[in-house]
């Protein structure tokens, strides 16, 4: 085995596709213990490659072996063969001609110089650009040198325009101005010497660290932040924090806009006090490893004035006028083209929500999109909702109705909480609901991975929702009769139960199979299922059941009419009589525990009775009896649908 380096330098790749690429190059790559890396300007694989591949054989078939003569002869003039090496060899479609090729191993270096300008044009981008001056190769920003070590030696290919060498480069800014000669052993440790840190943990670590130092020496704290510690993580290669500091006045704006300001825009973490009140004060990271003049930290403190003074503006502009007064303005505002505009969607969501959650759902549904109309939205489109319940606060709206329009965006994803309070549950799965409906109507549902209006995540913030909330609504109400939304519905309901919950896929499939339309109730009966499958009589018992409901459909159309004890044998009594003493209601896991217990009477039925009896009177009571039981044991799961062994 022999180390592999790859480096692709570029101009700075935006931070969110770079995940993206790495996954691919980290799974495509042809090597073993393959490891990747990335900054903004370069792309890294390191890798252990097979100094050769090995020998191989490769069994190539012919045409039939009734074929003969000339046409038998071109087959093997193709293939390089003459007729004493073909056998004939037996397939499922009858007796063919074949032979077994030797295929003699490659060396790596070889193998790497053909294939690795593919692998990496190949890298899939959601933009890129072209040069059509080197014959139309695309990429996410041009490629400026290309590192390719096979061992102590370059792998040499052209790709874009760029030969490979051994040669990198440092930080833009900091590093060496020319370029810097590696090996595979030395790569890291060259970089690092010209303030680059190759590893994106060892930065992504080096940032939270000094972040954390930073916001204690002052005796606060960072606000945490996930996503933006991923976004500096890969827009920098040399982090370094640094604390700044606002004027306090500009707190007396709500602090998500001053949060959303910071984070958004300027990318600065916020701090907080010990009581987690906003302090006037930011940490940002610099590309630097100091700024012993200050000159980056007042750049970010003038700068983050003029943004907080635009938000004050905003503020004070969009005062003027209350939400109920912009809900007419919304006409103006499109909502999908093929749908219409935001009024009407506003008097559906309304509707909805007052029918989901009642008085204070119907007020802020009228009132939700309303800040859609706000200089601070237009500016500041993350804000969306947020801002609504902080005017519909600030205005004096009651604080059930602010607090479900500040919320009624929720969750934007699976990690998010869903609305706190019930109105807000309400606004939320009817504003979804409507967008789903809406949608579905006019055909733009989603395909593939193509999901242009989100349509999946607002399925599944539904999903969600009715799963951990507190509403008292159906499923089947919800998709209005749409057969196409309804299976939509469905695959996030699976995805939830299976993805997030952890529920196994036979088990989601049992309890879905009994019935869907109360996302709670699913989840007890699913926690059920789960707490009783390890006992040693479920996974046998649910076997039963399959066989039972193969017996009732290879039996058809069953004569209606009651089971009649007085025709039963004693196994059947037993069944019966056990069978019925299970409770149609309580807790789901006791009545499982019920159905499982039975599998001595099941046993003893299918081991001693003759289903399909030569007397149709007595054939058709087993079989009403085995009806009646496979309608009670599969109100809380299917059976069949469980695996078994």
């Known amino acids: 085995m022999l180390p592999f380096l790859l480096e692709i330098g570029t101009e700075e790749i935006p931070d969110s596709m770079i995940p993206a690429a790495l996954e691919f190059l980290r799974s495509k790559f042809p090597g073993e213990n393959v490891r990747v890396d990335a900054t903004a300007r370069r792309l890294v694989v390191r890798a252990d490659v097979a100094a050769r ?54 060396d790596a270096a070889e193998t790497l110089r053909e294939e690795l300008p593919g692998l990496i044009l190949s ?111 890969y827009i920098t290669e040399y982090p370094t924090a640094i604390m700044g500091t606002f004027d306090a006045s500009f707190l007396t704006l709500p602090s998500e806009v001053l949060v959303t300001v910071m984070r958004h825009h300027q990318k600065y973490f916020s701090v907080e006090d010990a009581e987690g009140v906003l302090a006037p004060h930011f940490i940002a990271i610099m590309n630097i490893p100091a700024d012993p003049e200050g000159h980056v930290v007042n750049g970010n403190e003038r700068v983050l004035r003029a943004r907080f003074n635009d938000a004050r503006f905003f503020y004070d502009v969009d005062q003027k006028k209350p939400l109920a007064e912009r809900v007419e303005d919304l006409s103006h505002v499109t909502f999908q083209a093929k749908v219409g505009n935001y009024l009407e969607k506003t008097a559906r969501v309304a509707a909805l929500a007052g029918e989901l959650g009642g008085e204070n759902a119907a007020a802020a549904g009228l009132l939700c999109k309303a800040d859609l109309t706000t200089e601070m939205v237009k500016e500041f489109t993350d804000l969306q909702g947020i801002v609504g319940g902080l005017y519909a606060r600030a205005q004096g709206h009651p604080r059930p109705v602010a607090q479900a329009i500040y919320e009624h965006y929720k969750p934007l994803s699976m990690e998010d909480t869903i609305p706190s309070t019930h109105a807000g549950q309400a606004l939320s799965v009817a504003d979804k609901v409507d967008t789903l409906r809406t949608c579905f109507a006019v055909g733009m549902i989603p395909t593939g991975s193509k999901d242009p209006f989100a349509l999946r995540r607002a399925a599944q913030g539904v999903v969600k929702i009715l799963a951990e909330g507190n509403l008292d609504v159906s499923t089947e109400l919800l998709c209005d009769g749409n057969a196409q939304l309804k299976d939509f519905l469905r695959e996030r309901v699976q995805f939830y139960f299976r993805e997030v919950c952890g529920f196994k896929y036979d088990e989601v499939a049992a309890v879905l199979a009994a019935g869907w339309t109360d996302l709670r109730d699913v989840k007890s009966r699913l926690e059920a299922v789960q707490q009783v499958r390890v006992s040693p009589n479920f996974e046998p018992v649910a076997a039963a059941v399959k066989r039972i409901k193969n017996i009732l459909t290879q039996a058809g159309q069953i004569p209606k009419g009651d089971v009649d004890p007085e025709l039963f044998t004693e196994p059947e009594r037993l069944l019966w009589h056990h069978g019925m003493t299970v409770h149609d209601t309580g807790p789901y896991a006791p009545r499982l525990q019920e159905i499982a217990d039975l599998r001595p009477n099941v046993d003893k039925f299918f081991d001693q009775v003759l289903v399909n009896d030569p007397d149709p009177k007595i054939r058709e009571n087993r079989l009403r009896l085995l009806q009646s039981l496979n309608a009670k044991f599969s109100s809380i799961a299917d059976f069949s649908e469980i695996v078994t062994n």
């Open 53 to 106: 591949s090995a020998d191989r054989e490769e069994v190539v078939t012919g045409p039939p072996a009734a074929v003969t003569g000339k046409a038998l002869d071109g087959f093997c003039a193709k293939q390089g063969v003459s007729a004493a090496e073909l056998s004939v060899v037996e397939t499922a479609k009858g007796k063919y001609w074949s032979f077994t090729r030797k295929i003699a191993g490659r």
């Open 123 to 233: 890298i899939p981008w959601p933009k890129t650009m072209y040069w059509p001056s080197l014959g139309g190769p695309k990429f996410i920003r041009p490629i400026r040198w290309i590192v390719a070590l096979l061992g102590t030696d370059v792998v040499p290919f052209d790709c874009a325009g760029v030969t490979s060498s051994n040669v990198t480069y440092g930080h833009r800014r900091l590093g060496s101005r020319g370029p810097l000669p590696v090996t595979v052993s030395s790569y890291e440790d060259v970089l690092a010497e010209n303030f680059v840190i190759v590893s994106a943990a060892k930065r992504r670590s080096k940032i939270e660290t000094e972040v954390a130092a930073v916001a204690a020496a002052a005796g606060l704290q960072a606000k945490p932040d996930a996503k933006l510690l991923e976004v500096l993580t």
